[in-house]
């Protein structure tokens, strides 16, 4: 098993930044790709952004390329995400996810990801 604690979440104008940390228990670590996902009300689960293992591999959402930084310190058991340039469209629950299965590329974004956090609430004014 595999537990995920979301933080960091909250009030953001847009064009700030905001950073989101999602800390794991319960299984190495090391041997976990993570995703971050997003809900908005009405709206469908998004896919955000994903790493693998190491690291070495990261995997964005074409709606946040280019603002919206994946990373990983897996002497701390967490991970990141770094959001610059928010635009009220951002605003949602943010899930943290994980999955037993290495990826790459591609990959991380189609994973199941068997393992969810609770969600942490991101609100982008304008």
């Known amino acids: 098993q595999v537990q995920l604690v979301e933080s960091g979440g909250g009030l953001v104008q847009a064009g700030g930044s905001l950073r989101l940390s999602c800390a794991a228990s319960?299984?190495?670590?090391?041997?976990?790709?993570l995703g971050w996902f997003r809900q908005a009300p009405g709206k469908e689960r998004e896919f955000v952004a994903a790493?693998?293992?190491?690291?070495?591999?990261?995997y964005y959402g074409d709606s946040v390329k280019g603002r919206f930084t994946i990373s990983r310190d897996n002497a701390k058991n967490t991970v990141y995400l770094q959001m610059n340039s928010p635009k009220p469209e951002d605003t949602a629950v943010y899930y943290c996810?994980?999955?037993?299965?290495?990826?790459?590329?591609?990959?991380?974004?189609?994973?199941?990801?068997?393992?969810w956090g609770q969600g942490t609430q991101v609100t982008v004014s304008s």
């Open positions: 996810a994980a999955d037993r299965t290495n990826c790459s590329g591609y990959e991380c974004y189609t994973l199941p990801y068997d393992y």
């Open positions: 790493i693998s293992w190491t690291g070495y591999t990261r």
């Open positions: 319960g299984r190495t670590f090391r041997q976990l790709s």
